[in-house]
């Protein structure tokens, strides 16, 4: 009998020291992922002031070819943050790191398809057409990032980057898709829709602003300082 109370207090011990082990491990990758995602986020929001005053001044949207080096800048910031704390390896580290890494993956095939038709059917159909047959870019952009902050969320157990990723990504993707910063500029500019069409690709740099700051760099900062 003595040996059975035994082993049932050992087991109940070890699952209480794999529990705590565990927990130790998510508030380790949380603080670190906070800090990724703060970086991250003030990363993508000088990186959108950057290509929407390059857009402005050559007047096109070949300053959106400046995300590719988004990834590299943020590596680079990464490694040069003095605030860095290197969580243990765990599995709750690996499914994060998987989930971004499928995001970076899916975002980066669909931006390169959407570069491939948009320039194929600015080329075969008239303006009118064309603007019909788009792929749209920033809207679904924001939204994969919304649905993988999100997911971040739900591994670390954080209820407000749950939020915060939901809110964000839902957010700016109606507020592009419905056209919201174009309606506000036509209001407060005073310009035509034909004028539109010079000033449309620095409006979507202020839609990628707008998530870095409430999908990113707000839910980082908290997350970092263990307040999520």
Same mark, same amino acid.
């Given at each position: 009998?003595?040996?059975?109370? %035994? %082993?049932?207090?050992?087991? !109940?011990? @070890?699952?209480?020291?794999?529990? !705590?082990?565990?927990?130790?491990?998510?508030?380790?990758?949380?603080? @670190?992922?906070? *800090?990724?995602?703060?970086?991250?986020?003030? @990363?993508?929001?000088?990186?959108?002031?950057?290509?929407?005053?390059? =857009?402005?001044?050559?007047?096109?949207?070949?300053?959106?070819?400046?995300?590719?080096?988004?990834?590299?800048?943020?590596?680079?910031?990464?490694?040069?943050? &003095?605030?860095?704390?290197?969580?243990?390896?765990?599995?709750?580290?690996?499914?994060?790191? &998987?989930?971004?890494?499928?995001?970076?993956?899916?975002?980066?095939?669909?931006?390169?398809?959407?570069?491939?038709? =948009?320039?194929?059917?600015?080329?075969?159909? *008239?303006?009118?057409?064309?603007? *019909?047959?788009?792929?749209?870019?920033?809207?679904?952009?924001?939204?994969?990032?919304?649905?993988?902050?999100?997911?971040?969320?739900?591994?670390?157990?954080?209820?407000?980057?749950?939020?915060?990723?939901?809110?964000?990504?839902?957010?700016?993707?109606?507020? !592009?898709?419905?056209?919201?910063?174009?309606?506000?500029?036509?209001?407060?500019?005073?310009? @035509?829709?034909?004028?539109?069409?010079?000033?449309?690709?620095?409006?979507?740099?202020?839609?990628?602003?707008?998530?870095?700051?409430?999908?990113?760099?707000?839910?980082?900062?908290?997350?970092?300082?263990?307040?999520?």
């Amino acid at each position: 009998m003595e040996t059975i109370e %035994n %082993n049932e207090l050992t087991a !109940e011990r @070890s699952l209480e020291i794999i529990t !705590e082990q565990i927990e130790q491990s998510r508030k380790a990758v949380s603080k @670190s992922t906070g *800090q990724a995602l703060y970086v991250a986020g003030l @990363s993508m929001m000088a990186m959108s002031i950057v290509i929407a005053i390059t =857009n402005y001044l050559t007047k096109t949207p070949l300053g959106h070819l400046l995300w590719f080096l988004l990834p590299l800048i943020i590596i680079w910031a990464q490694k040069n943050n &003095k605030e860095r704390e290197h969580a243990p390896v765990s599995l709750i580290g690996t499914l994060v790191g &998987k989930t971004w890494w499928t995001f970076a993956t899916f975002t980066l095939v669909f931006f390169l398809i959407t570069i491939i038709w =948009n320039s194929v059917a600015v080329r075969l159909y *008239q303006p009118d057409a064309y603007m *019909q047959l788009r792929i749209r870019v920033t809207p679904i952009i924001v939204l994969l990032m919304g649905m993988t902050v999100t997911i971040t969320g739900h591994i670390l157990r954080s209820r407000w980057l749950v939020v915060f990723g939901f809110i964000a990504g839902i957010g700016t993707c109606l507020w !592009e898709w419905l056209g919201i910063s174009e309606a506000l500029f036509i209001r407060v500019a005073g310009q @035509s829709l034909s004028e539109l069409g010079l000033v449309r690709p620095i409006l979507h740099c202020f839609t990628y602003l707008l998530f870095a700051f409430f999908g990113m760099v707000l839910p980082g900062y908290l997350l970092k300082r263990q307040r999520l």
